[in-house]
């Protein structure tokens, strides 16, 4: 059975965002000669381990609402330099849109069940429609904004 994780996207305000930051890190990671791999560093191993490696997804607040995912390729047992032990998440690149959801703020990252778990905005990987974060969807499409407002009216 597939379970995610869920983490707060602190200091971006848009999928676009994070895409460019993303973007840097892989640069960077190339410049230097080492092996280019998103991977997000955290405290703790999850210990649902297999269950999240069995088809998980990253899942992002951005802006107090679910946004994004990313696939979850490998969780690392590391050690930084003062020999303390992190959880190196490692993320596939495509980011994939989620319909909007709202979400609390918390702290870490949390477990998030296959069957709570935002669908995916236009069924797969985001693509130019998704990448401008509300503008620009497929032709006919209102905004992702307006989506999430008409989704909490339960209106949709």
């Known amino acids: 059975m597939t379970v995610h994780l869920i983490k707060l996207c602190v200091g971006t305000d848009s999928i676009e965002d994070l895409r460019q930051w993303q973007e840097r890190r892989l640069a960077e990671m190339r410049r230097s000669g080492g092996r280019a791999v998103l991977r997000h560093c955290t405290r703790s191993m999850p210990r649902r381990r297999d269950e999240v490696l069995a088809g998980g997804s990253l ?49 870490g990252w949390r477990y998030l069940e296959a069957a709570d778990a935002p669908p995916d905005l236009y069924g797969g990987e985001c693509d130019e429609r998704a990448e401008a974060d509300g503008e620009g969807e497929g032709e006919g499409e209102p905004p992702v904004e307006m989506l999430a407002e008409l989704r909490s009216l339960g209106l949709l």
């Open 59 to 107: 899942y992002w607040v951005i802006k107090g609402q679910v946004r994004v995912r990313q696939r979850i390729i490998g969780l690392r047992a590391c050690q930084d330099e003062d020999g303390r032990g992190y959880c190196a998440i490692e993320l596939d690149q495509a980011l994939i849109a989620t319909v909007p959801q709202p979400c609390r703020p918390f702290q």
